[in-house]
T-cell receptor, first 112, second 115 residues
């Protein structure tokens, strides 16, 4: 069965430090991959998506993610975290069978 | 600017009550979705609709029903609310062509407490 795993429930980083949030998926073919962010009290907002082509994708707010087929991963990165990045981050996977799955989320805390 | 509006941010209801959660989108999207969000479980799809009066069950439809009489509005109904339906409910919409590739736009959510 298809699944999405975000192994880190909660991450704390210092402001200005780099960030990497992990996402692994289980799917036989190349999936459609997404990262969403949910700020406190808000709905989810799309950060970036990967469908095909260049495996390094750029998103909004300075985020990027890299699709690694060999590792079934789509990790989210940011070189320098800002306090406003504190939020919950969700990885999501879409399949050619028209299924769509969210991970369980990673909560990010940014300390001054 | 795209907008998905959920009518209530917070709701408190009693066990056995009939509860309506309303969602309106102004993007002329064909697809609309209702999710439930619980800590440690992420988002789980309850129902989705790909056209007016059309609906499909998601992963956890039990205890819920939906209504889509107009393109812009999608309602989630709890026929007889129970305490295990206390949760955050998120509505989303996307353009036509399936729910896999199209970006979903989310409302701010309704936090429902059933006492």
């Amino acid at each position: 069965a298809q699944s999405v795993t975000q192994p880190d429930i909660h991450i704390t980083v210092s402001e200005g430090a780099s960030l990497e949030l992990r996402c692994n998926y289980s799917y036989g073919a190349t999936p459609y991959l997404f990262w969403y962010v949910q700020s406190p009290g808000q709905g989810l907002q799309l950060l970036l998506k990967y469908f095909s082509g260049d495996t390094l994708v750029q998103g909004i707010k300075g985020f990027e993610a890299e699709f690694k087929r060999s590792q079934s991963s789509f990790n989210l990165r940011k070189p320098s975290v800002h306090w406003s990045d504190a939020a919950e981050y969700f990885c999501a996977v879409g399949t050619t069978g028209n299924q769509f799955y969210f991970g369980t989320g990673t909560s990010l805390t940014v300390i001054p | 600017d795209v907008k998905v509006t959920q009518s209530s941010r917070y709701l408190v209801k009693r066990t056995g009550e009939k509860v309506f959660l309303e969602c309106v989108q102004d993007m002329d999207h064909e697809n609309m979705f209702w999710y439930r969000q619980d800590p440690g479980l992420g988002l789980r799809l309850i129902y989705f609709s790909y056209d007016v009066k059309m609906k499909e069950k998601g992963d956890i439809p039990e205890g819920y029903s939906v209504s889509r009489e107009k393109k812009e509005r999608f309602s989630l109904i709890l026929e007889s609310a129970s305490t295990n339906q206390t949760s955050m409910y998120l509505c989303a919409s996307s353009s036509a062509g399936g729910r896999v590739k199209n970006i979903q736009y989310f409302g701010a959510g309704t936090r429902l407490s059933v006492l």
